[in-house]
């Protein structure tokens, strides 16, 4: 199985900046997409941003602008820079993981890691 370990969250003033890092632990699989979603206490969790193998990159539409993704999936591991942070961006921040390896019989999954708090006060 892929584990995603994540860092870098917080609790943040508000136009403060966060880069929050993910790694993925097996590398005998291939990876797909890596990426971060959030979830908002009382709401679904949402995409904020994919990055592909291909290093094709994907925003949400309410994401673009303030969020940046980086990484490199041949090495494992994904950043999520966040700048111009805001209240309502308060939420934990999971790493989402889609790959292939020989433990899945190389067919995709996807992982998600444990999840990083991100608090941001007015």
């Known amino acids: 199985q892929v584990q995603l370990v994540e860092s870098g969250g917080g609790l943040v003033q508000a136009g403060g900046s966060l880069r929050l890092s993910c790694t993925a632990s097996?590398?005998?699989?291939?990876?797909?997409?890596m990426g971060w979603y959030r979830q908002i206490q009382g709401n679904e969790r949402d995409m904020v941003a994919l990055?592909?193998?291909?290093?094709?990159?994907n925003y949400a539409d309410s994401m673009e602008g303030r969020f940046t993704i980086s990484g490199d999936t041949t090495k494992n591991t994904v950043y999520l820079q966040i700048e111009n942070l805001k209240p309502e961006d308060t939420a934990v921040y999971y790493c989402y993981c889609n790959a292939a390896g020989p433990l899945t019989g190389w067919t995709s999954r996807d992982y998600w890691g444990q999840g990083t708090q991100v608090t941001v006060s007015s």
């Open positions: 097996r590398s005998s699989f291939s990876i797909n997409i």
């Open positions: 990055l592909r193998h291909d290093n094709e990159v």
